[in-house]
């Protein structure tokens, strides 16, 4: 194993991401390679179609660095719902300034202005917390709306979901089809924790600092808490809900 670096090189902190879970698995540099596979074989199959939809988690900051190191004609989009940490926004500037060389850019879309202020009027800033169907709706006006506008007049997306995060995607594959038909393409799906951190940690990947203070999945700010010791991935998302209820919409099966 090379030596744990932070992100531009250096000795990674104590208590770091890096530091604590840069593990790879035995296989890792066959999933690296499958995972560049994959992506070669969407823009040969969805030429100026395809576009890679980054939550800016660290598993999308990885993508992001595979299309930029093997200068891949994808699309990077992600969505700004208003409701981000700074930390997480930020992340969009350091992208392009990360990737200047090879013109790396970045689509962002966002909520409709008026429709989110009215939301807000008649609901509260809190109202995630009120219902389900209060968090679903805000999900649907802040996250799915958005998509839709990213997904028009392309037929391929690109995610950075793992199996391992959650029971809910433990079937997903590397290939599949969203509800609405078009092509998705899960490239990290068989990747573990480790390996995601060993890659971060070899390539000096930029992540988010929130990472580091046990939040391995990062959403919106009032639906993110960091973990404790023993807890799945996604337990600090919407960790008053059920687990059965965790997504927001972005990731369903046709079913």
Same mark, same amino acid.
């Given at each position: 194993?090379?030596?744990?670096?932070?992100?531009?090189?250096?000795?990674?902190?104590?208590?770091?991401?890096? %530091? +604590?879970?840069?593990?790879?698995?035995?296989?890792?540099? !066959?999933?690296?390679?499958? @995972? =560049?596979?994959?992506?070669? #074989?969407?823009?040969?199959?969805?030429?100026?179609?395809?576009?890679?939809?980054?939550?800016?988690?660290?598993?999308?900051?990885?993508?992001?660095?595979?299309?930029?190191?093997?200068?891949?004609?994808?699309?990077?989009? %992600? +969505?700004?719902?208003?409701?981000?940490?700074?930390?997480? !926004?930020?992340?969009?500037? @350091? =992208?392009?300034?990360?990737? #200047?060389?090879?013109?790396?850019?970045?689509?962002?879309?966002?909520?409709?202005?008026?429709?989110?202020?009215?939301?807000?009027?008649?609901?509260?800033?809190?109202?995630?917390?009120?219902?389900?169907?209060?968090?679903?709706?805000?999900?649907?006006?802040?996250?799915?709306?958005?998509?839709?506008?990213?997904?028009?007049?392309?037929?391929?997306?690109?995610?950075?979901?793992?199996?391992?995060?959650?029971?809910?995607?433990?079937?997903?594959?590397?290939?599949?089809?969203?509800?609405?038909?078009?092509?998705?393409?899960?490239?990290?799906?068989?990747?573990?924790?480790?390996?995601?951190?060993?890659?971060?940690?070899?390539?000096?990947?930029?992540?988010?600092?929130?990472?580091?203070?046990?939040?391995?999945?990062?959403?919106?700010?009032?639906?993110?808490?960091?973990?404790?010791?023993?807890?799945?991935?996604?337990?600090?998302?919407?960790?008053?809900?059920?687990?059965?209820?965790?997504?927001?919409?972005?990731?369903?099966?046709?079913?």
């Amino acid at each position: 194993m090379s030596e744990t670096s932070s992100l531009f090189g250096g000795p990674a902190p104590a208590g770091s991401a890096i %530091t +604590l879970y840069n593990k790879p698995s035995p296989n890792y540099a !066959a999933k690296v390679q499958a @995972t =560049i596979d994959l992506l070669k #074989a969407v823009v040969i199959e969805h030429p100026d179609k395809a576009v890679q939809a980054t939550s800016l988690g660290v598993e999308d900051m990885i993508v992001t660095d595979l299309i930029a190191r093997h200068g891949l004609h994808i699309a990077i989009g %992600t +969505l700004e719902t208003g409701m981000l940490n700074p930390e997480t !926004a930020s992340l969009i500037g @350091t =992208i392009e300034s990360h990737y #200047a060389d090879v013109g790396i850019h970045v689509e962002v879309y966002r909520p409709v202005q008026e429709v989110a202020i009215e939301f807000v009027r008649k609901n509260g800033d809190k109202a995630m917390y009120d219902s389900i169907e209060l968090r679903k709706a805000c999900c649907a006006m802040r996250k799915l709306e958005p998509l839709g506008r990213m997904l028009a007049n392309r037929d391929a997306w690109i995610t950075g979901l793992r199996r391992e995060q959650s029971n809910n995607r433990g079937d997903m594959a590397a290939r599949e089809l969203d509800d609405k038909g078009r092509a998705k393409f899960n490239p990290m799906i068989d990747w573990t924790w480790g390996d995601v951190w060993h890659y971060v940690s070899v390539n000096h990947v930029p992540y988010n600092p929130l990472h580091d203070q046990f939040m391995p999945s990062i959403g919106c700010a009032p639906c993110t808490r960091a973990i404790a010791v023993g807890e799945d991935f996604r337990a600090g998302r919407w960790w008053w809900e059920d687990e059965k209820a965790k997504e927001c919409g972005l990731h369903v099966h046709p079913t």
